[in-house]
C-alpha cells in the first residue's frame, strides 16, 4: 500500500541521547515536512523539504537537523534530547511544494525523553 | 498564538444531531483543508477548499471557504459515532512562497450513541 512509513512507531530515550525517527515514502512526492504534535498546541512544523537535495527550518527547527539524500527519504536528528522534546511526531508529504494537493501523513513516533 | 483559530476545542453531541466546527483566521490564504485524525494515527485528507466562497459536500460533511478566504466552516448533518475524530484546519498563505501550510491547534468531536 502506497504511503509514508515511519519508524520506530513509539520510543523511550534518555536525555542528551542521540536519536534518528525515520521518515520514507513511496509515492514518489517532491515534497516533505516533519511536525511535531503537541496537546493543545496542533502541529507545528519543525523542517521540510522542497525537493531531494533541500531543505528548510519551519516554525520550531531548534535540537533538531534534517537531510533529504535522494527523493523517498527524510530522517529527522535529535542530536542530544531533551525532555521538551517529548512529543508526538508525525512525517508528511505533498506531490508538489504548496501542498494544494493535500498533504500524506504518516502514522507517527511517539517518543517519551526521560 | 495560533495563525488559525479554531473552535469549539471540544465538541460532544448525540448521534443524529448537528455540528458545526469553525476555522478563523486574520491572514488571507490561497486555499484551506480540512483533515480528520483519529488517536494513534496521522491526519488524512477531507477536502481543499480554493475559492472565496466555495461549497463543498462530501456526504453528510459540508465544508465552506469564507468570501475574503481568511475562515472556513465544516458542518456535519445527522453525526455518527464514525464520525468521532480530531478535526484539523490547514491553510496555505498567499505570503509564503515556500508554500508550507499552517495547521490550528484542531477541533475534538466526540459522537456517543
Known amino acids: 500500500i502506497a504511503g509514508i512509513t515511519q519508524a520506530p512507531t513509539s520510543q523511550i530515550l534518555a536525555a542528551g541521547r542521540r536519536m534518528t525517527l525515520r521518515c520514507t515514502q513511496d509515492?514518489?512526492?517532491?515534497?516533505m515536512y516533519w511536525y511535531r504534535q503537541d496537546l493543545g498546541l496542533g502541529l507545528r512544523l519543525i523542517h521540510y523539504?522542497?525537493?531531494?537535495?533541500?531543505?528548510g527550518k519551519g516554525e520550531v527547527p531548534d535540537g533538531y537537523s534534517v537531510s533529504r539524500a535522494n527523493t523517498d527519504d527524510f530522517p529527522l536528528t535529535l542530536a542530544s534530547a531533551v525532555p521538551s522534546q517529548t512529543s508526538v511526531y508525525f512525517c508528511?508529504?505533498?506531490?508538489?511544494?504548496?501542498?494544494?494537493?493535500?498533504?500524506?501523513f504518516g502514522s507517527g513516533t511517539r517518543l517519551t525523553v526521560v | 498564538t495560533q495563525l488559525l483559530e479554531q473552535s469549539p476545542q471540544f465538541l460532544s453531541i448525540q448521534e443524529g444531531e448537528n455540528l458545526t466546527v469553525y476555522c478563523n483566521s486574520l491572514?488571507?490564504?490561497?486555499?484551506l483543508q480540512w483533515y480528520r485524525q483519529e488517536p494513534g494515527e496521522g491526519p488524512v485528507l477531507l477536502v481543499t477548499?480554493?475559492?472565496?466562497?466555495e461549497v463543498k459536500k462530501l456526504k453528510r460533511l459540508t465544508f465552506q471557504f469564507g468570501d475574503a478566504r481568511k475562515d472556513s466552516s465544516l458542518h456535519i448533518t445527522a453525526a455518527q459515532p464514525g464520525d468521532t475524530g480530531l478535526y484539523l484546519c490547514?491553510?496555505?498563505?498567499?505570503?509564503?512562497?515556500?508554500?508550507?501550510?499552517?495547521f490550528g491547534a484542531g477541533t475534538q468531536v466526540v459522537v456517543t450513541p
Open positions: 508528511a508529504s505533498s506531490v508538489v511544494q504548496g501542498g494544494s494537493y493535500g498533504y500524506t
Open positions: 509515492m514518489r512526492h517532491n515534497a
Open positions: 523539504s522542497n525537493t531531494a537535495g533541500t531543505t
Open positions: 491572514s488571507v490564504f490561497s486555499s
Open positions: 477548499v480554493v475559492t472565496g466562497g
Open positions: 490547514a491553510g496555505l498563505q498567499t505570503t509564503d512562497s515556500w508554500g508550507k501550510l499552517q
